[in-house]
């Protein structure tokens, strides 16, 4: 028999979306109840959880990743995670349960009353198939939608009494494929602006890893003789952070930024929105005498940028393009820089972990005052080997670890999360024990939050309330939920905690006083 449950399942299996990330209530029973054995169902406690390893398992894979959530209230509690996953450009097909059609205009209990508004403005698109025949085509819809640059999450929220009603006709499965390289003109303007200049850079953005065009990025440098700052606010790593060219993450505001370009006459930047501040720091927008090419696949992000001239495009295709269009020969490489050396808490920390961590180590970040330390510290060469809160909001970095772990089975995933961070998600240490997954957590416990505390100095703020975190027993909290924890102090030990951990197949969770 033809229903809109197998229907939508054949449309599910074709995306390649045959893992359900959720956490169930009723209205979600009679699609989780009936999922077919190639299909497998990851349980989180609550919907941060969800949304964070779905993030983390979509970001890692390059493909969409299928989630449930529980009506409005589940919706409600996924709203902070979604935060993050609009600014990765993270392809999350998002579903949840909706009361019977019967029983919506009532607003019986779980009916998710302007189910199509609730998601906004952190999906694409949001639909409620007027009718229940429309289930499979509007799924088909959400995951193109999905997948189509610029990326996002989308939500579909379905009547629970939908999924057994019979079809007259099958959705076909189809492929939706999208172009995208800039015209042969625009690659020729840019190409002679880099060849005329004469101290251009290159920045870049989470988009290039994404686009896993990090390779292309490195000849482009190599060829044009480009120093390479990462954009402000990084959540992925789009260039080896050891390259002889690499020059660090540039500050996130507008003084910050035109200060550390100084001197530069052409700012190229890749993938990256130009520029996503923080702190404000009002200042000239681009150091003296520069002008800045902008590239980006998000028509928001050109649209919307401070500087500059956008071109809209995709990111391997424009790089690929521009290098045809450079001379062959490679530039001189530069005098790589002095290693800083460092020796306060978390440095010491990061040297530790650098030294026993294997080269192809994934890092799941969300501790906030030690992203300075972090950058300088920690070796970075592989594609897709870092992920931190796109948003900046905390509570992705537990699960999605476990997701990034998920969709990189053959890796190892490292998680570095601050005492406070850890909080807003922390049951996700249940799904690590309860699926296994390996992932090695370093808790570092300094007692607060400490990256407030900085800004409260820069915001002249005196006394900030609530800033101190102390008493928390992260190890019984971990083994609570059935993780493996121990306490290790930062120092010439640590290497003997972290190498058993990291060589294990289990999860663990090893807390640093910092
Ligand atoms: N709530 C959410 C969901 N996201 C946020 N970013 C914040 C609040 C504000 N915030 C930014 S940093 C921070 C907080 C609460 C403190 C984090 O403390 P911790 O994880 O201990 O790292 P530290 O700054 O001490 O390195």
Not at 64 to 75: C, E, F, K, R
Request: charged share 15%; glycine share 10%; proline share 9%.
């Amino acid at each position: 028999m033809r229903t809109v449950l197998s229907s939508t399942f054949n449309i599910l299996r074709a995306s390649g979306l045959t893992t359900v990330f959720g956490n169930p209530g009723s209205n979600e029973l009679p699609f989780i109840g009936n999922l077919p054995n190639d299909f497998s169902y990851v349980m989180g406690l609550n919907e941060a959880v969800v949304v964070g390893i779905a993030d983390g398992y979509a970001q890692a894979s390059g493909g969409p990743a299928l989630v449930n959530l529980h009506s409005a209230a589940g919706t409600g509690n996924a709203m902070g995670a979604l935060t993050n996953a609009w600014y990765a450009h993270s392809p999350l097909v998002i579903t949840s349960g909706q009361q019977v059609r019967e029983h919506m205009g009532g607003e019986a209990m779980l009916s998710n009353v302007a189910a199509t508004t609730l998601p906004q403005p952190l999906v694409k698109l949001a639909l409620e198939p007027a009718l229940p025949a429309d289930v499979p085509r509007s799924m088909a819809q959400a995951v193109h939608s999905a997948m189509l640059h610029p990326r996002g999450p989308v939500y579909v929220s379905i009547p629970y009494d939908d999924w057994d009603r019979e079809l007259d006709t099958e959705v076909q499965a189809r492929r939706v494929r999208q172009g995208g390289g800039l015209p042969a003109g625009d690659l020729d303007e840019i190409a002679a602006r880099l060849s005329t200049s004469e101290r251009p850079v290159l920045v870049l953005g989470g988009d290039v890893d994404a686009a896993q065009a990090n390779a292309l990025a490195v000849r482009l440098a190599d060829r044009a003789g480009l120093p390479v700052w990462i954009a402000p606010s990084p959540y992925r790593c789009p260039f080896p952070t050891r390259h002889p060219r690499f020059q660090g993450v540039l500050p996130a505001s507008m003084r910050g930024v035109s200060a550390a370009l100084a001197g530069h006459d052409l700012i190229l930047v890749v993938g990256a929105p130009v520029f996503r501040y923080h702190q404000y720091e009002p200042g000239p927008l681009l150091p003296d005498g520069a002008s800045l090419v902008h590239i980006t696949s998000d028509p928001g992000e050109a649209a919307r940028a401070w500087s500059g001239d956008a071109f809209v495009g995709d990111v391997p295709g424009t790089l690929d393009g521009l290098l045809r269009r450079l001379p062959e020969k490679q530039a001189p490489a530069p005098v790589p820089r002095p290693r800083q050396v460092l020796s306060s808490g978390p440095e010491r920390v990061f040297e530790t972990l650098n030294q026993v961590a294997p080269e192809s180590a994934i890092y799941v970040t969300e501790s906030t005052s030690t992203a300075d330390a972090f950058w300088t510290t920690i070796d970075i060469s592989a594609q897709g080997g870092f992920y931190f809160p796109a948003a900046g909001g905390l509570g992705f970095g537990l699960p999605a670890a476990l997701g990034v772990q998920l969709a990189q089975p053959e890796r190892k995933v490292i998680a570095v999360i601050g005492d406070g961070a850890a909080n807003f998600a922390i049951p996700a240490l249940w799904t690590a024990a309860r699926y296994d997954i390996p992932v090695t957590y370093l808790i570092l416990q300094n007692n607060a939050y400490g990256a407030l505390r900085g800004f409260a100095d820069l915001m002249d703020i005196q006394h900030p309330p609530g800033l101190d975190v102390s008493g928390i027993d992260f190890c019984s909290i971990a083994e609570g939920y059935g993780v493996r924890a121990e306490r290790a102090e930062a120092g010439p030990h640590l290497a003997d905690v972290l190498k058993p951990a990291m060589d294990a197949d289990a999860p663990s969770v090893i807390v640093i006083p910092t």
